[in-house]
């Protein structure tokens, strides 16, 4: 079946500081994988995504590779801002479904100033 | 351009009522899909509609129903409510019901059953 994980948290940086939150996942065929991102009091957004392998996606300074060898999609940022807090979830599409999405349990990331 | 409205904000009800909950897409928006979230379980998908139809359907209990109007708004309802059914429910329109394509979400209704 299909499944995402992602790394627990809840995290807390401090401004300027570097991310990494793990997502990996488990799927039939070969799933697109998405970040989207959920600020306190909204919708989720589409944050950024990558639909096949060694696709890098790229939004707003953060990156994640999609990488099938290690069925992994993990997210990256290279100088967290206070505005990044908020709830982060890793999530996939299995191509059969088409807006079927099937989420992580999402990380909270905290910027302290 | 207006972004995806679900109203009521916020519902509270009783175990054993029912519920309706509505949505209302971006405007031009064909494809309304729902979740489900909650502090155990995550998101999860309850449904797909495109066009009036339902395209695709996630793995709740026939409780849990939905329709969609030809002016793509769609409510989801839930019948004979559990205490398990608290949770944010979110709401998602696109364009089309294209794989790989952007969801647009909305803030949510927050159901409390009591």
């Known amino acids: 079946g299909n499944s995402v994980t992602q790394m627990e948290g809840p995290v807390t940086l401090s401004e300027e500081a570097f991310l990494t939150i793990n997502c990996t996942y488990t799927?039939?065929?070969?799933?697109?994988l998405f970040w989207y991102v959920q600020y306190p009091g909204e919708g989720l957004q589409l944050l950024l995504k990558?639909?096949?392998?060694?696709d890098k996606g790229s939004n707003k300074g953060f990156e994640a590779t999609y990488r099938k060898e290690t069925t992994s999609f993990h997210l990256e940022k290279g100088s967290v801002q206070v505005s990044d807090s908020a709830v982060y979830f890793c999530?996939?599409?299995?191509?059969?479904?088409?807006?079927?999405?099937?989420f992580g349990t999402g990380t909270r990331l905290t910027v302290i100033p | 351009k207006a972004g995806v409205t679900q109203t009521p904000r916020y519902l509270i009800k009783t175990r054993g009522q029912q519920v309706t909950l509505s949505c209302s897409p971006i405007?031009?928006?064909?494809?309304v899909s729902w979740y489900q979230q909650t502090p155990g379980q995550g998101l999860q998908f309850l449904f797909e509609?495109?066009?009036?139809?339902?395209?695709n359907k996630g793995n709740f209990p026939g409780r849990f129903s939905g329709r969609q109007f030809s002016n793509s708004r769609s409510e989801m309802n839930v019948s004979t409510l559990e205490l398990g059914d608290s949770a944010l429910y979110l709401c998602?329109?696109?364009?089309?019901?294209?794989?790989?394509?952007?969801?647009?979400f909305g803030s949510g209704t927050q159901l409390s059953v009591l």
């Open positions: 509609y495109f066009s009036e139809t339902q395209r």
């Open positions: 799927a039939t065929g070969y799933p697109s």
């Open positions: 999530a996939l599409s299995d191509q059969t479904g088409a807006n079927n999405l099937f």
């Open positions: 998602a329109s696109s364009p089309a019901s294209e794989i790989n394509e952007k969801l647009f």
């Open positions: 405007s031009g928006h064909r494809s």
């Open positions: 990558a639909t096949k392998a060694d």
